[in-house]
């Protein structure tokens, strides 16, 4: 399996106050809520000096788009193949619990950069770079599942609609999450797993394959 993962590069530490201001701001009052002036006063510098490092909110928004990407494909995908050496033949059932955990990590870790994600992956402020980067990041998912192991153990439908099911799952558990109405621990995390792999596995798998 070919994962193309955005190298870390670690931004100037101006830069840096900066994404972490609007990536808050963003997540709290939307995009089209958030002003340039109000993301330069959290970041604790002036809005001139906020534009010679990004030309214009929209150019910042993708800053910080591709990085909250590039951190979770790390998380997904970094050390995954050390896990699993041979991922492609792996069973179904493994690869979607390494990854479901992996999720969820990240999303503990970095939980404004998921629901940044979660809100803005289709935004139609996203440039071009941004736009190919959201469909690098799904192409392990299809190149998987594409193979004849995954396609026995899962049901019949395009990639793209087990990655939404499954993502859609995800994400849905970690809103209600956010929003107070559940409390994340690991025993419903472990339920809305079995869960979601219910959702996209056969009901009755072919022969020599994990049900």
Known sequence: MIVRIPERAEPHPTEARILDAALGLFGELGYHGTSVPKIARA?????????????????????????AKGRLMRALFVGLLDELPDALSSPPR?????????????????????????????????????????????????AYLGTDVARRALRPMPPEAIVALTWGAFSGLFRA??????????????QAEEAAWDA????????GEMP
């Not at 970041?43 to 990085?67: C, D, I, M, Q």
């Open 200 to 207: 996209v596995r056969r009901p009755h798998p072919t022969p």
């Open 43 to 67: 970041a604790g510098h002036a809005t001139g000096a906020l534009y010679r490092h990004f030309p214009s909110k929209e150019a910042l928004a993708n800053a910080v788009y591709r990085r």
């Open 94 to 142: 493994e690869v979607f619990r390494r990854l479901w955990h992996r999720l969820a990590r990240f999303a503990r870790e970095h939980p404004e950069d998921f629901a940044f994600l979660e809100l803005h992956h289709h935004a139609p402020y996203l440039d071009a770079e941004s736009q190919a980067l959201e469909r690098d990041s799904l192409a392990p998912f299809r």
């Open 177 to 190: 999450v956010r929003l107070g109405h559940l409390a994340w621990d690991d025993a419903l995390l472990a």
